[in-house]
């Protein structure tokens, strides 16, 4: 699968991005960047391990990947409560058609969008 340099629209709260008309809870901007970097990094480390403990079929082993996973994400912001104030509403997951953000998401652009993810 090929992957494109453009990054995904951002609603215009700055909480989420919008992968394939799904709302995706953003890193918590408040982090510095040296710890965005870091939990960044260990994000990726435990990825990685996901894929070799499933090559090599070792259950316990991706079971602790998928935890370091969950860990980093919350670490990050992107799961567990929200890192915004004001008591608004989580739509993480949530279709963006079907959210407050519907409107903003009517007016984004796509195809182009999907154009240029595709390299076109």
Same mark, same amino acid.
Not at 13 to 30: E, K, Q, S, T
Not at 69 to 94: F, I, Q
């Given at each position: 699968?090929?992957?494109?340099?453009?990054?995904?629209?951002?609603?215009?709260?700055?909480?989420?991005?919008?992968?394939?008309?799904?709302?995706?809870? %953003? +890193?918590?901007?408040? !982090?510095? /960047?040296?710890?965005?970097?870091?939990?960044?990094?260990?994000?990726? *480390?435990?990825? =990685?391990?996901?894929?070799?403990?499933?090559?090599?079929?070792?259950?316990?082993?991706?079971?602790?990947?998928?935890?370091?996973?969950? %860990? +980093?994400?919350?670490? !990050?912001? /992107?799961?567990?409560?929200?890192?915004?104030?004001?008591?608004?509403? *989580?739509?993480? =997951?949530?279709?963006?058609?079907?959210?407050?953000?519907?409107?903003?998401?009517?007016?984004?652009?796509?195809?182009?969008?999907?154009?240029?993810?595709?390299?076109?």
């Amino acid at each position: 699968m090929a992957r494109s340099s453009e990054p995904p629209p951002i609603t215009p709260d700055g909480r989420y991005i919008v992968v394939r008309g799904r709302l995706w809870r %953003r +890193a918590n901007p408040h !982090l510095s /960047e040296a710890l965005r970097q870091r939990l960044v990094d260990t994000l990726m *480390d435990a990825r =990685r391990a996901v894929a070799v403990a499933k090559r090599l079929a070792e259950e316990g082993a991706e079971i602790a990947a998928h935890a370091a996973v969950d %860990r +980093a994400k919350h670490d !990050l912001g /992107e799961r567990g409560p929200a890192w915004w104030d004001g008591g608004a509403a *989580d739509y993480n =997951r949530h279709l963006a058609k079907n959210t407050p953000y519907a409107d903003w998401w009517a007016g984004v652009d796509q195809g182009a969008t999907a154009a240029k993810r595709q390299g076109k």
